[in-house]
Every structure is written in C-alpha cells, then in structure tokens.
C-alpha cells in the first residue's frame, strides 16, 4: 500500500546538524500519523518525534525536545527530522513510519538510515 524510504544518514562529528528524509509513495491511509524512531547499538527502537499530518500538531521523545524538529511536506509526499547538535548517544538506526491517526500501533516502516556522530 505505502512504501516509505529513508535518506540523509551520515557519519557526523559531535555538535553537526542532519536533516533526514522520508518520502512515502503509494496509497498511505489519510489522516495519517508520520513518526522517527531510532535503535542505538545494544539498545530497544525508540520513538523519536511525531507528527499529524492533518492537525498540525507535533510531539517529541524528552531527549528530541528543542534540539530536533519534525516537519513535512504535503506537496512531496515527504516527513523531515532536523537534527541539531548531535552527539555521540544520538548514534542509531533511523527509521520512519507511519499509522492511520486512530490506531495505536505503527505498522508500516522504512528500511531505516545510518547515523553515526563521533570524533
């Protein structure tokens, strides 16, 4: 139905910015809920940041508050994760995914985008 593909991941050094991109194609359920998560080495997935599509409204994981910003782009189809100083403990997998905004569970995925911050 949907297909979502991640793009933007990179090698950074601590303190560098990453804009991330998901591009969904397909036939995605509306309203929908868009969402970033990561899994860092060792560690469970996480949500990062989410937002709905339809309201405007955004919501962020407490360690994304004020240094990352979800945005999207109707007219393209594309969600955005603005990473601002970056650290070593930001070092994940990223992956975008999304629900219809009345269900809890999110079911559809990317692949995921390396990120890895160090010296």
């Known amino acids: 139905q949907v297909d979502l593909v991640e793009s933007g991941g990179s090698l950074v050094q601590p303190g560098d910015s990453l804009r991330l991109s998901c591009v969904a194609s397909?036939?995605?359920?509306?309203?929908?809920?868009m969402a970033w998560f990561r899994q860092r080495p060792g560690k469970e997935r996480e949500i990062v940041a989410a937002?709905?599509?339809?309201?405007?409204?955004?919501h962020y994981a407490d360690f994304a508050e004020g240094r990352f910003t979800i945005s999207r782009d109707s007219s393209k189809n594309t969600v955005y994760l603005q990473m601002n100083a970056l650290s070593p403990d930001d070092t994940a997998v990223y992956y975008c995914?999304?629900?219809?905004?009345?269900?809890?569970?999110?079911?559809?995925w990317g692949r995921g985008t390396q990120v890895t911050v160090s010296s």
């Open positions: 995914a999304t629900k219809p905004i009345y269900e809890k569970d999110y079911t559809k």
């Open positions: 397909g036939r995605p359920f509306s309203p929908v809920t």
């Open positions: 937002i709905d599509l339809s309201a405007r409204n955004r």
